[in-house]
């Protein structure tokens, strides 16, 4: 099966609602990562969380290994936000991320 | 500060044609280099992986082939293009393994 879930697919929201998207994997983790996909392709890093909980601005990514998910909270959504975001973690010492298929949200004026 | 670069940001190639892609680093000495691959509306797979100069390991077989001749510097090819090639391919460092940071990417159009 696949070592890497994120859900829900898509979510579509107003602005200033907030989001949570899941992350939850099947094996144990070396590192975690979440990533902004831009309509372009290009990945932003927005958080390295192999544990515990970070906070950066509007998002808050919070990971709980013993019950394998990772979470991303978005506070106050912007139509900015709008995008693509991909989890991905690494269970060996090589660097190999494994990706989630992504959560596509969707932030309406 | 570390830039990664990536060339060309786009190709247009037909089948049965050869690839160069093209990553480098600057800034930071003896990056652990990756390359990874998307297809469109797909999920991003890791293909290769090298931590050394000289040295790549394959991840994911797709009839691609890697190099890194120089510190900063990672290639991805192949002598005979598949339409499966097709998509987006990433370059990502890390200077430790865990945490990576991706480059802008080269959009692949095999016709």
């Known amino acids: 099966g696949q070592q890497v879930q994120q859900s829900p697919a898509s979510l579509v929201l107003q602005e200033g609602e907030n989001a949570e998207l899941q992350c939850n994997f099947s094996t144990s983790l070396n590192s975690m990562q979440w990533f902004y996909q831009r309509p372009g392709g290009s990945l932003v890093s927005l958080f390295y969380n192999p544990s515990g909980t970070k906070h950066s601005g509007r998002l808050t990514s919070t990971t709980v290994i013993k019950e394998r998910r990772s979470s991303l909270h978005i506070s106050s959504s912007q139509t900015t936000d709008s995008g693509t975001y991909l989890c991905a973690l690494d269970n060996t010492n090589t660097g190999k991320l494994t990706f989630g298929d992504g959560t596509v949200l969707t932030v309406k004026p | ?111």
């Open chain 2, 1 to 111: 500060a570390q830039t990664i670069h990536q060339w060309p940001v786009a190709e247009i190639k037909a089948v049965g044609s050869p690839l160069s892609l093209g990553c480098t680093i600057k800034g930071k000495s003896s990056p652990n280099l990756y390359w990874y691959w998307q297809a469109t509306g797909g999920t991003l797979q890791q293909l290769f992986y090298s931590i050394t100069v000289g040295q790549v390991e394959s991840v994911v077989q797709l009839n691609l082939s890697a190099s890194r001749p120089k510190d900063d510097q990672f290639i991805l090819s192949t002598e005979k293009l598949l339409l499966s090639h097709s998509g987006f391919y990433l370059c990502a460092w890390s200077p430790d393994s865990l945490r990576q940071f991706f480059g802008p990417g080269t959009r692949l159009t095999v016709l």
